[in-house]
């Protein structure tokens, strides 16, 4: 859309109608994919209502890359893990940065950069990834990352030519009880204020903005729909589905979808490999959205699993406490999907066994 034309489209509102016709449209994906369930449904458009809050938020609230702003502000969305702690900050290809901080209780760090976005045709693309493991750290546990298109010594990402976006997992592993990293991105150079609002670039921020909330809700549609065709069945990601939405490369991502009445149990059985930097399960709903974890226990990882004497888990995913180690609670669903994560995995570790069995029967 050309600046005459957005302009235009601002003049006379129709770029605020078409907004809100996008939505609409977004609104009628959820509720033709949502379970006859009011409660699901519900949960669909609050996820709508989340989306188009992030996206307008990110699209034009912080959408300049002059200030250098971290957010650890984040949207639930792709089953997002309870047990990172996700921060961002919009990039310029041409400028250079600085991104300092400390590990303080975080188990592991995961820093990127990337190019692309979630939604888009070209997705979400991965153009340079460190790990903690990686990080050449200082004796009191700080740390200096550049980030530039030219070669720096030490710590350092390599900047391409489309590369818009820094982002930040830091993995702690009692989330409840642990505080996350201090981090603080500079650019180097002059500062550049953030500019008055330009009435073109809203018109075409806010195009943008509805077409990614329904582009994201399509896409994530077609990840639930592949995990409810293996229904109670852990499989790795799709790879197609992984091209698309780049994270951490040293991950190993694996899914399932479950349904059980409120009578019922799912039953996972894992061997953990003796040999990973970290894992974890989580459960999360039919929009792949993380459960309450902050207040119910949703998910396990290596820590706060209860082990068998030959080291393997069994995870109960239940409406209630049946009494046993490792439940997981539904917190009032009835289904949802399911994540499973080995990251720095030495070898690939067996899939997991699954049963549904009556509740009565687990202890």
């Known amino acids: 859309m050309g600046d005459e034309a957005a302009i235009q489209q601002v003049m006379d509102g129709s770029v605020w109608e078409e907004f809100c016709d996008r939505l609409k449209q977004a609104g009628r994906q959820i509720i033709e994919a949502a379970p006859e369930d009011p409660f699901d449904r519900a949960e669909g458009l609050r996820y709508l209502g989340r989306l188009t809050r992030n996206f307008l938020d990110a699209g034009i609230e912080a959408s300049s890359a002059g200030d250098a702003r971290i ?29 300092t901080g400390s590990m303080g209780d975080a188990h592991l760090l995961g820093i990127g950069i990337f190019s692309g976005a979630l939604g888009s045709e070209r997705g979400l693309i991965r153009d340079a990834y460190l790990s903690s493991d990686d990080l050449a750290l200082e004796p009191d546990g700080s740390f200096e990352i550049s980030l530039s298109r030219e070669e720096k010594p030490g710590n350092w990402l390599r900047m391409g030519e489309e590369t818009n976006t820094l982002n930040i997992r830091q993995t702690l592993l009692r989330r409840r009880e642990q505080q996350p990293a201090q981090l603080e991105l500079t650019r180097l150079g002059a500062a550049l204020a953030p500019a008055p609002l330009d009435p073109a670039s809203f018109a075409r921020s806010l195009e943008r903005a509805g077409q990614t909330v329904g582009a994201v809700i399509g896409q994530f549609l077609g990840w639930t729909a592949n995990f409810e065709s293996h229904t109670h069945e852990i499989r790795p990601l799709d790879a197609k589905l992984l091209a698309v939405a780049q994270g951490d490369p040293n991950t190993s991502y694996n899914y399932s979808y479950w349904q059980i009445a409120e009578d019922e149990a799912f039953v996972v059985d894992l061997q953990p490999p003796a040999d990973c930097s970290y894992w974890n399960l989580q459960i999360g709903n039919h929009w792949l959205e993380s459960l309450d974890f902050m207040h119910r226990d949703t998910h396990v990882n290596q820590e706060t699993a209860v082990r068998a004497a030959d080291g393997s888990v069994r995870v109960v995913i239940a409406a209630r406490d049946p009494g046993v180690p490792n439940w997981l609670d539904t917190a009032g669903h009835l289904r949802g999907a399911l994540a499973l994560r080995w990251v720095g995995a030495a070898e690939e570790p067996p899939l997991p066994t699954t049963r549904v069995v009556p509740l009565a029967d687990v202890g």
Request: overall charge negative; proline content about 3%.
């Open 71 to 99: 957010t650890t502000a984040s949207v639930k969305i792709g089953l997002d893990n309870p047990d990172y702690v996700y921060a961002s900050a919009r990039l310029a290809s041409d400028a250079e940065y600085r991104l």
